[in-house]
């Protein structure tokens, strides 16, 4: 029997962690094989009673896990929770080359360097987790670009997100429980899941999904 999507509706205001959230169940929503391929490596990671051992350190099975990292990290790249801050310049420098006085206000744009495609190639919109995994089937961190600064969700420097080590972990087990309990489809026009928002990024008309128990 179908769980009414409303009562999984996000309402989301400033949560960082929900709206990331509430993304990737759209993104997995968008792409099943990708939600069956994130589920079968939990489950695979994290079998069921009786056969789960308890003194696993689930933090670090799961900061291990190639997929989930994978998932997580395309859906920080594709809808980073702030889009643009500002810098100011507190001393003369230079940006490439370009000369930068003292007092400048610089726009930083999260969203468009995520996606910049001179960076992260003609896929830079597309949702691949498999970008996030090396060679060797391991997590990498770079997300196959040459500059970790090719990635700026949680930005960079002594004034990069502080909190960003405890907001994945968070994530990675919100989604690996949710995955490895539910199934899910969309339940609502895709044309009608917009982002917007001034300091974090949200669905404007909330994220509806249909879930059903997913079978073992």
Same mark, same amino acid.
């Given at each position: =029997?179908?769980?009414? /999507?409303?009562?999984?509706?996000?309402?989301?205001?400033?949560?960082?962690?929900? /709206?990331?959230?509430?993304?990737?169940?759209?993104?997995?929503?968008?792409?099943?094989?990708? *939600?069956?391929?994130?589920?079968?490596?939990?489950?695979?990671?994290?079998?069921?009673?009786?056969?789960?051992?308890? /003194?696993?350190?689930?933090?670090?099975?799961?900061?291990?896990?190639?997929?989930?990292?994978?998932?997580?990290?395309?859906?920080?790249?594709?809808?980073?929770?702030?889009?643009?801050?500002?810098?100011? @310049?507190?001393?003369?420098?230079?940006? !490439?080359?370009?000369?930068? *006085?003292?007092?400048?206000?610089?726009?930083?744009?999260?969203?468009?360097?995520?996606?910049?495609?001179?960076?992260?190639?003609?896929? @830079?919109?597309?949702?691949?987790?498999?970008?996030?995994?090396?060679?060797?089937?391991?997590?990498?961190?770079?997300?196959?670009? @040459? /500059?970790?600064? @090719?990635? =700026?969700?949680?930005?960079?420097?002594?004034?990069?997100?502080?909190? *960003?080590?405890?907001?994945?972990?968070?994530?990675?087990?919100?989604?690996?429980?949710?995955?490895?309990?539910? *199934?899910?489809?969309? !339940?609502?026009?895709?044309?009608?899941?917009?982002?917007?928002?001034?300091?974090?990024?949200?669905?404007?008309?909330? =994220?509806?999904?249909?879930?059903?128990?997913?079978?073992?």
């Amino acid at each position: =029997m179908d769980i009414p /999507s409303k009562a999984f509706t996000y309402t989301i205001r400033h949560d960082t962690t929900s /709206s990331v959230l509430a993304w990737a169940t759209y993104l997995l929503a968008a792409h099943p094989t990708a *939600q069956k391929t994130l589920r079968s490596e939990i489950r695979h990671a994290l079998p069921r009673y009786p056969h789960f051992d308890p /003194s696993q350190d689930i933090s670090s099975t799961l900061e291990h896990l190639p997929y989930l990292n994978g998932v997580l990290n395309e859906t920080l790249r594709l809808y980073p929770t702030v889009p643009v801050t500002v810098r100011e @310049a507190t001393c003369d420098t230079t940006i !490439d080359g370009l000369p930068i *006085q003292k007092g400048t206000e610089i726009m930083i744009s999260p969203w468009l360097v995520n996606r910049y495609t001179e960076i992260w190639g003609a896929d @830079a919109t597309e949702f691949r987790p498999e970008r996030w995994i090396a060679d060797d089937g391991r997590p990498n961190n770079t997300g196959g670009v @040459a /500059s970790n600064y @090719a990635h =700026m969700t949680f930005l960079h420097g002594p004034r990069a997100c502080i909190g *960003q080590g405890f907001a994945k972990a968070e994530l990675r087990c919100l989604l690996a429980a949710f995955v490895r309990k539910f *199934q899910w489809a969309l !339940d609502m026009e895709e044309r009608d899941v917009i982002p917007g928002g001034v300091i974090t990024i949200k669905p404007v008309n909330g =994220m509806y999904l249909k879930l059903r128990p997913a079978a073992y």
